[in-house]
């Protein structure tokens, strides 16, 4: 398969809920697929098969940063091991800041990686996982850094807690799609 899937959604593959998450105009571009609203990866074309073991990470746009402002961007599962029993919610897959806002821009993520990117992987029979991607603004006084308890381990991160002990708000931009294991 050559180029990249358009992926078509529909308000009947994802609840209401699913597609409010999604604002601020951000665009997650893998080799062959482009994701610029929430959506349900599909089956069809190896997609799902190759976002959990082909792909690196993505490409992040957001046309709405600030030349002069820096960044944080987070991407977490909340589903994890399941939608239905996230016990180990939030596993961080992926953890970058001091994003300059030229960067996202140009669709390129150049800061400090506090987690490496690791695909969506979710186990066999676990149904859809959502996998979020969420851009904050970072105070400019402010080292962002992760404590030593979160650094032992990406299952169970509290985002909560983090976004509140940097101070950052609300975020400025944000996109999931569902994907479930690539055999299910």
């Given at each position: 398969?050559?180029?990249?899937?358009?992926v078509?959604?529909?308000?009947d593959?994802?609840?209401?809920?699913?597609?409010s998450?999604?604002?601020?105009?951000?665009?997650?571009i893998?080799?062959?697929?482009?994701?610029?609203?929430?959506?349900?990866?599909?089956?069809?074309?190896?997609?799902?098969?190759?976002?959990?073991?082909?792909?690196r990470?993505?490409?992040?746009?957001?046309?709405?940063?600030?030349?002069?402002?820096?960044?944080?961007?987070?991407?977490?599962?909340?589903?994890?091991?399941?939608?239905?029993?996230?016990?180990?919610a939030?596993?961080?897959h992926?953890l970058?800041?001091?994003?300059?806002?030229?960067?996202?821009?140009?669709?390129?993520?150049?800061?400090?990686?506090?987690?490496?990117y690791?695909?969506?992987?979710?186990?066999?029979?676990?149904?859809?996982?959502?996998?979020?991607?969420?851009?904050?603004?970072?105070?400019?006084?402010v080292m962002?850094s992760?404590?030593?308890?979160?650094?032992s381990?990406?299952?169970?991160?509290?985002?909560?807690?983090?976004?509140?002990?940097?101070?950052?708000g609300?975020?400025?931009?944000?996109?999931?799609?569902?994907t479930q294991?690539?055999?299910?």
């Amino acid at each position: 398969m050559l180029g990249f899937v358009y992926v078509e959604t529909s308000s009947d593959s994802l609840s209401t809920l699913d597609l409010s998450f999604c604002y601020g105009g951000l665009e997650v571009i893998y080799p062959e697929l482009d994701i610029d609203r929430c959506l349900v990866i599909p089956k069809e074309g190896n997609l799902r098969e190759k976002l959990s073991i082909e792909w690196r990470d993505p490409q992040i746009f957001y046309p709405g940063a600030n030349m002069n402002k820096t960044y944080v961007l987070v991407m977490v599962d909340p589903d994890a091991p399941s939608r239905s029993n996230p016990k180990a919610a939030y596993w961080r897959h992926w953890l970058v800041t001091d994003i300059q806002g030229e960067s996202l821009k140009n669709g390129e993520v150049h800061g400090t990686t506090l987690t490496d990117y690791h695909p969506p992987t979710p186990s066999p029979m676990t149904g859809f996982h959502r996998y979020q991607f969420m851009v904050f603004e970072q105070p400019s006084d402010v080292m962002v850094s992760l404590t030593d308890e979160e650094k032992s381990s990406r299952a169970s991160w509290n985002l909560q807690v983090f976004v509140t002990r940097f101070n950052f708000g609300s975020p400025v931009a944000a996109l999931q799609y569902l994907t479930q294991h690539y055999k299910d």
